[in-house]
């Protein structure tokens, strides 16, 4: 027998565990075992191989909700070397065919109701992901050799602040991001979890689904974020573990079915995206459910820092300590390591940190440093004692007030904390005086706020340039597909 390759993840667990549920799908129940799982990415790689003359390196564009053939597809590009492009199906066509340009793919994979969305100059390379049907005697075919380096995924960025770029995501970064996850929380072959992140969300594929799976987890598979039935299916399921949104822990939160959902299989729930508002970690604190907060992003990791459960209050805002194999500085204005409780931007280096941007030397050279050592995240933060990382803002959101550097974070970490208060974000708009000044965009929950109030209020708790000008009440904050508030349509709605 050919010695498996030490990645191919699938070929390992089919092995010990082949009867064992991986992936299921929530919406019809339909699921894969380990063994099921690992044939069927291996029926998929024969497909593609023989009827569509794919190698090592193509790119395979996929426009669909996340299912059990697209995680088995997955698995097909880490035994064969192709290259997974999971496509934004919100995006306008316009925007898809801008991201086909640039991938440049072999072959691209759409469910029947993203189709439309395929422009008809790449007609002969689309196919219904229907095509991909299990082939029942499968070609044990020779598998290319595949370096740690090489590319798994492309992840094209959001494009909140342009043209949306592909972050090449490697073999390695998925490997030792897995280890990092599982180092920090409890991941292994007893975790259970409800994926309802999207495919072409770095969190819908790294932050829980492939480190589960590696770790010879059980992963349930939703296509749409729905309160109740998320609920239901943590309870259903006896889920060890979750990760979602502040928006969507504040939509379950909220649901008529909280008060009697018995999560009390969940070790914790992980946040991402945003802080978490204190009151809402307190409300499932009530239920005895525990809020894992952290930080990651697309380019590196993504799971990078983690916020032990147990400091969540003592240690409010903070992002946590950086995970096992994370290396960090903090640089300030003058390019030296910021002492502690000093502002700087957060740098980064390890095995899960992204080779550069697809097609894209000159982005590529700016989000290194000079030496290429480190990843320069662009977010600003303060490291305090004990390794605690607070994040100031993303250099991007800063704007200038009369000479001051305003970070909008900072700002809204003091708003949310009013339990009247349900979201809020901070933009900066033009003044005659001062160049810009804050304007604080507010959710509120009842009628009872008011910006006089909230002007005294953050006159206590915040140095006076950094107090809001103007305070407007909203129903609603837009979001980008990946939960977090669209502070680009902010800028356009309001400035």
């Known amino acids: ?25 929530i919406e019809d129940g339909s699921s894969m075992t380990f063994n099921e799982l690992n044939q069927n990415a291996e029926s998929l790689a024969t497909d593609l191989i023989v009827h569509h003359g794919l190698i090592k390196g193509d790119r395979i564009c996929v426009v669909a909700e996340m299912s059990n053939v697209y995680v088995a597809l997955l698995f097909a590009c880490q035994k064969y070397g192709f290259i997974l492009v999971p496509l934004n199906y919100r995006l306008a066509s316009a925007e898809v065919t801008s991201i086909l340009r640039d991938a440049q793919p072999k072959i691209i994979l759409t469910s029947d109701k993203f189709s439309h969305l395929i422009d008809q100059e790449y007609g002969n390379i689309a196919h219904s992901l229907d095509i991909l049907k299990p082939i029942t005697e499968y070609t044990d075919n020779k598998k290319p050799e595949i370096k740690e380096d090489d590319p798994l995924f492309l992840l094209y960025t959001s494009g909140t602040t342009g043209k949306p770029k592909g972050v090449i995501y490697t073999h390695k970064m998925a490997f030792w991001n897995s280890i990092n996850t599982a180092i920090s929380l409890i991941i292994n072959t007893c975790s259970v979890t409800v994926n309802v992140m999207p495919p072409f969300h770095t969190g819908g594929w790294n932050v829980l689904l492939m480190p589960i799976l590696h770790h010879g987890g059980t992963v349930y598979l939703s296509k749409k974020f729905d309160a109740a039935e998320i609920l239901k299916a943590l309870e259903q399921y006896k889920c060890t573990v979750f990760m979602g949104v502040p928006t969507m822990l504040s939509f379950m939160a909220q649901d008529k079915g909280f008060a009697d959902a018995d999560l009390s299989s969940l070790d914790y729930i992980i946040v991402g995206g945003e802080s978490m508002p204190i009151p809402l970690i307190e409300k499932y604190a009530q239920k005895g459910v525990l809020i894992r907060q952290g930080y990651g992003m697309t380019e590196v990791g993504p799971n990078l820092t983690s916020l032990h459960q147990d400091d969540a209050i003592t240690k409010k805002g903070s992002i946590g300590r950086p995970n096992f194999y994370v290396s960090t500085r903090v640089i300030n204005k003058e390019g030296m390591d910021a002492p502690y409780d000093t502002p700087g931007d957060l740098w980064l280096r390890g095995p899960m940190v992204t080779p550069g941007y697809w097609n894209n030397p000159e982005e590529t050279q700016k989000a290194f440093s000079e030496d ?66 804050g304007m604080a965009l507010v959710v509120q929950d009842g009628e009872s706020l008011i910006p006089d109030s909230l002007t005294e209020y953050c006159k206590i708790h915040l140095a006076k340039f950094k107090v809001p000008k103007y305070f407007k009440f909203v129903k609603e904050l837009p979001k980008t597909e990946s939960g977090k508030i669209d502070r680009k349509k902010l800028k356009s709605l309001y400035s």
């Open 1 to 25: 027998m050919e010695t498996m390759w030490q990645h191919d993840w699938m070929s390992k667990w089919a092995l010990y565990s082949p009867d064992k549920v991986a992936v299921s799908q």
């Open 372 to 437: 290429g050592l480190w990843f320069r995240t662009g977010d600003i933060v303060i490291r305090r004692e004990g390794e605690y990382f607070y994040i100031v803002d993303r250099l991007k959101n800063m704007f200038i007030s009369g000479a001051e550097n305003v970070y909008p974070a900072e700002i809204e970490r003091v708003l949310i904390q009013l339990p009247e208060v349900s979201e809020c974000a901070v933009i900066g708009v033009a003044d005659a005086t001062w160049g810009e000044v």
